[in-house]
């Protein structure tokens, strides 16, 4: 496994948002395979939180949106943190009263 730095997580992270617009842009072929431990783990925790507001078709959507984000979500914790690393920004709210 290589070393990736805070640099290149902020860079894989950043992407990430666009890489799900690319994603959502494609057609899906129905292909129907078995869902992973990993999405079905996650749309249970989804479901159980949000279950009155959410449809079938909304939850079948969020499971494939998981089990085709499981690669990227994978490598973003293979990053190696320790306690002393911090984010590259420091968020502060301005208030304008």
Same mark, same amino acid.
Request: cysteine-free.
């Given at each position: ?14 992407? &990430? ?24 783990? &996650? ?18 959507? +969020? ?9 990227? +979500? ?24």
């Amino acid at each position: 496994m290589t070393k990736s730095t805070r640099r290149q997580f902020a860079k894989l992270a950043a992407a &990430l948002p666009l890489a799900t617009v690319e994603l959502a842009a494609q057609p899906k072929a129905p292909v129907e395979k078995a869902p992973s431990k990993f999405a079905e783990v &996650l749309t249970a925790v989804v479901r159980a939180e949000f279950e009155p507001h959410l449809t079938e078709e909304d939850l079948a959507r +969020i499971r494939r949106d998981f089990e085709t984000l499981e690669p990227a +979500i994978k490598r973003l914790r293979e990053v190696p943190l320790v306690n002393s690393d911090e984010p590259d920004f420091t968020f502060l709210a301005r208030v304008t009263r």
